[in-house]
């Protein structure tokens, strides 16, 4: 498999085209041999990192980030459900990140799950183009997808947040892989957990249930400042423009989906002076 030839084809058509399963397989495969073999914390460091959202399908984002200059590119999970071009979004990112491992970073989503995907519709739309069975060749990517970024030594990149039992930054490289549904209590809260401005420490999260939590600012500050960071950069929620700041400036939310009502898809460029908002496309 060529994931360089896979990109152009996806570069250069206006429409994506469907893979064949074995051209599909054969990626997921790969794909699986290096995420299992990845760290659960990636390290990114080296000037100009573009981090992007939750495109769920939105294969036309990922296309237009790719395009974009950037040093490295990040992108914080939900790849898959309720968008149109679940199977074509996965394909092109796990394409890119084959072709440039050293440069692309795939983080687990929470929609990077049976129970999500079931709900969803990303194991349906598996199921429709190749077969039922096809579905566990995804299930084995997913499980072995990394949960953090640590970006420029100064801000964690992660889907959902903080957890309640997270004291330090490094211990997130400890977390199982091989893990379908995240059993372990940590990265459970890591893909599931969001900022609230009315919180202190944490709280139950009434709208997404339970072993879900709401965290505060004031956890937000006593994680930050005893692992040396700035700032948690995060996906999971969408606002409009793709952007929110929590905590000034402590949390801040990036959500890269255009089939969501926020407008234009954001990512966030990280760079010496520190990060901005940009649009995509």
């Excluded at 981090?51 to 914080?76: I, N, P």
């Excluded at 440069?103 to 969803?120: F, I």
């Excluded at 960071?229 to 801040?252: K, M």
Aim: some cysteine; aromatic content about 12%.
């Amino acid at each position: 498999m060529n994931p360089e030839r896979l990109i152009q084809d996806f570069l250069t058509h206006s429409q994506p085209r469907p893979l064949p399963w074995s051209l599909y397989e054969e990626l997921l495969e790969e794909a699986y041999l290096k995420h299992r073999s990845d760290p659960q914390l990636y390290s990114v460091a080296g000037g100009d990192v573009l981090v992007v959202g939750d495109t769920h399908g939105d294969v036309y984002t990922s296309l237009a980030a790719a395009r974009m200059e950037w040093g490295k590119l990040v992108f914080l999970g939900d790849y898959v459900d309720r968008g149109p071009y679940q199977l074509e979004n996965l394909a092109f990112l796990l394409a890119l990140e084959l072709a440039y491992p050293e440069k692309v970073y795939l983080v687990r989503g929470n929609h990077e799950s049976p129970l999500m995907n079931r709900r969803y519709g990303f194991m349906d739309v598996v199921a429709s183009r190749y077969g039922r069975g096809a579905y566990r060749f995804f299930q084995r990517v997913f499980a072995n997808m990394s949960y953090a970024a640590v970006i420029e030594e100064r801000y964690l990149g992660v889907h959902g947040g903080l957890a309640r039992r997270l004291r330090r930054v490094d211990e997130i490289a400890g977390l199982p892989k091989d893990d379908p549904e995240p059993l372990d209590e940590v990265a459970f809260e890591i893909l599931w957990n969001d900022p609230d401005e009315a919180v202190e420490y944490f709280e139950p999260n009434p709208l997404r249930g339970r072993g879900t939590y709401l965290y505060g600012r004031r956890a937000v500050e006593e994680f930050l400042g005893g692992n040396g960071l700035e700032a948690i950069i995060r996906a999971h929620q969408p606002y409009e423009g793709g952007y929110r700041e929590h905590f000034g400036g402590r949390v801040v939310t990036v959500f890269s989906c255009r089939y969501y009502p926020i407008g234009a898809p954001a990512a966030l460029r990280i760079g010496p002076s520190g990060f901005r908002v940009e649009k995509i496309g």
